[in-house]
């Protein structure tokens, strides 16, 4: 009778560990990196978005090929994966929802897991073999900017460079474009600026654009704070030799550089063959010639500036490279807003004359573009641009907010002390300056 007992109770315990195979669901899919290789020993967590006792979290991990199966799934359940390395950790994260219990739901497209933030802050983009970093900097000027690259030494690395332009455009992720309802209109935010050095020319000052990558996520340095660097991962940097610091004599009273020549390229920093280091100012003067160049806009004299800034890159390439381009001369309808000093908010009064703008543009189509800026007081040319960016930031959240209208197109732009429309002596010359301008453009 025992054993009778003893077979019944096996049979149930059978039926119902067979019962709960069947109805459980499962997933499969495949991890690859930024050049689509399989990426192996991936650790994968699923946890249960809305938890169900015994289903609530489950782990595996990728094989040789990159691919990974789990069973034992509650079935149509959503749940949140996350991806965990022994080398690496990464910001990407996945969610999916499994198929009806017996199902297995099969990743069409694998999963891409593109830059692997590193323990020592640095960061890897597997598709291009580039490692970057992001360094603090305390005195953003170009001279300074070259000697504290030389200095970096992260990791036990020490052959950091300046990025070009060139190598800050790998860092745009290839999506599709987004999913904007027809009542919302298309924004082109999160830019920002970098310090870059293109081969042959001088230390700039660029824009860029960020996007949602894991090098943005890997720092908490503000842009005014710091500088981008990166080397070739698979670069094994040479040992540094040692070298005699050459005597110097010193040189007669006379003879000694006057404090602004000092300020401009200080005597202790040594040049980069072929590099031309340029001051934050001259800088911004090529740019605007170049882009006074291109459009074709301005009077004479404007030719004579570029001439002056003219450097050994070409000032059509400048202009094409330039994130900024330039405003048109005349505008449909326009409008400004001010600001307080230092203050990247805008104010009630402003607010209203903000909507009252929108008002008149809502329901037609074309470019509204809206550019930031700033007078000189109280802070270096760096923060000053980043203030107008703000501003100009914020005001387009604003027209977001209010409802732009379904088929305009907002481009942000950032100026900093440039472009005053009164002098910066006065008061009320600087309170013209500390501003937004809106230009609507109808199609």
């Not at 000092?262 to 934050?280: F, H, M, N, T």
Request: glycine residues 6%; hydrophobic residues 40%; charged residues 25%.
């Amino acid at each position: 009778m025992k054993i009778a007992y003893r077979l019944s109770f096996l049979l149930l315990i059978s039926l119902f560990l067979f019962g709960c195979g069947e109805k459980t669901a499962a997933v499969q899919g495949k991890i690859i990196d930024g050049k689509g290789k399989p990426v192996p020993g991936v650790s994968l967590i699923f946890k249960q978005v809305q938890p169900t006792q015994g289903y609530e979290q489950f782990e595996t991990k990728t094989g040789a090929d990159g691919s990974f199966q789990l069973k034992g799934l509650a079935p149509v359940s959503d749940y949140n994966i996350t991806f965990l390395s022994e080398k690496w950790r990464t910001n990407v994260t996945g969610k999916i929802k499994t198929l009806e219990a017996g199902n297995s739901l099969t990743l069409v497209e694998p999963i891409k897991i593109r830059f692997n933030q590193l323990n020592n802050g640095t960061v890897i983009d597997t598709k291009t073999g580039l490692q970057w970093y992001i360094h603090p900097v305390a005195d953003t000027t170009a001279a300074n900017v070259l000697d504290t690259v030389k200095g970096i030494d992260q990791g036990g690395l020490t052959d950091w460079r300046l990025p070009t332009r060139a190598d800050l455009a790998t860092l745009q992720e290839e999506k599709a474009p987004p999913k904007t309802p027809s009542s919302e209109p298309i924004f082109v935010n999160k830019v920002c600026c970098a310090w870059v050095l293109e081969p042959g020319t001088e230390v700039d000052w660029k824009f860029y654009v960020e996007d949602d990558n894991e090098l943005w996520a890997s720092s908490k340095e503000t842009p005014d704070n710091r500088i981008i660097v990166l080397r070739d991962s698979s670069a094994k940097p040479a040992a540094p030799v040692a070298v005699a610091a050459p005597v110097v004599p010193e040189a007669p009273a006379e003879t000694a550089q006057p404090a602004a020549a000092v300020e401009e390229k200080p005597a202790d920093v040594k040049p980069i063959a072929g590099v031309r280091q340029a001051s934050r100012k001259a800088c911004a003067a090529k740019r605007e010639a170049a882009k006074a160049q291109a459009s074709a806009a301005e009077p004479p004299a404007a030719t004579e500036t570029a001439k002056a800034a003219e450097a050994p890159i070409s000032q059509k390439s400048e202009a094409a490279a330039s994130v900024l381009p330039v405003t048109p001369s005349t505008a449909a309808l326009s409008e400004s807003l001010y600001f307080d000093t230092g203050s990247k908010m805008l104010k009630t009064q402003e607010t209203a004359k903000l909507n009252a703008f929108l008002s008149k543009i809502r329901g037609k189509k074309g470019t509204m573009i809206i550019e930031g800026f700033s007078d000189s007081t109280g802070a270096s040319e760096e923060s000053n641009l980043l203030v107008s960016f703000y501003r100009a930031s914020n005001v387009a959240a604003a027209a977001q907010k209010s409802g732009v209208g379904k088929n305009v197109k907002v481009e942000l732009r950032a100026a900093g002390i440039h472009k005053p429309v009164a002098p910066n002596t006065t008061e009320e010359g600087r309170q013209k300056n500390r501003r937004v301008d809106i230009n609507f453009f109808a199609e």
